[in-house]
């Protein structure tokens, strides 16, 4: 009899188990969809106004040296936001670029050089949320036709996080041929 009872205890233990995990799996699949889209948009979110570090403005500077140097467009391209605008000016002329025109200018400039090299340095950042400015001078060595020129670029430029890493969004730039 002791067995029995036992036994029916157990049943009983394993009946209500399973009872309980069936009704907590139909409340979550109920909620489960609707808390994974919240927690998605949520995470989407955070990931588009993660807030901008000077740590993250000092990588992207790193990062367009080593893209730059090598000639490296795709990796260019991942530093500079689809929104970018480029605004240059020389002489009192201005010409405005977007990412597609940057990247363009880029590549036609590495393909009619030899011995290309690229420094930058970044001063006065400031950072406000998802958005960084900072005051960024460029310098672009190369030799065409057995001349060796120098491009020196100072721009204003205004950098926005995408998921922590900082991409270029703006720049205003005066450029010096010497």
């Known amino acids: 009899m002791k067995t029995q009872n036992n036994n029916n205890r157990f049943k009983s233990t394993i009946f209500k188990t399973i009872f309980n995990i069936k009704v907590a799996k139909r409340a979550l699949q109920g909620v489960g969809v609707?808390?994974?889209?919240?927690?998605?948009?949520?995470?989407?979110?955070?990931?588009?106004?993660?807030?901008i570090t000077e740590s993250a403005v000092q990588s992207y500077a790193a990062a367009m040296k080593s893209a730059a140097n090598s000639k490296n467009v795709n990796q260019v391209a991942s530093l500079v936001s689809d929104d970018a605008l480029i605004s240059l000016s020389r002489k009192g002329k201005t010409t405005s670029l977007d990412k597609d025109a940057y990247l363009k200018l880029l590549q036609s400039s590495w393909g009619q050089t030899q011995g290309y090299r690229y420094d930058i340095t970044v001063n006065n950042v400031v950072i406000a949320g998802d958005q960084a400015k900072a005051d960024v001078k460029t310098i672009e060595t190369w030799t065409k036709d057995g001349q060796q020129v120098s491009f020196v670029t100072s721009s204003r430029v205004t950098l926005t996080s995408n998921a922590g890493n900082a991409v270029l969004l703006r720049a205003v730039s005066q450029v010096t041929i010497n």
């Not at 609707?34 to 807030?51: D, F, K």
């Open 34 to 51: 609707l808390s994974v889209g919240a927690l998605a948009a949520t995470a989407m979110m955070s990931a588009q106004a993660a807030p």
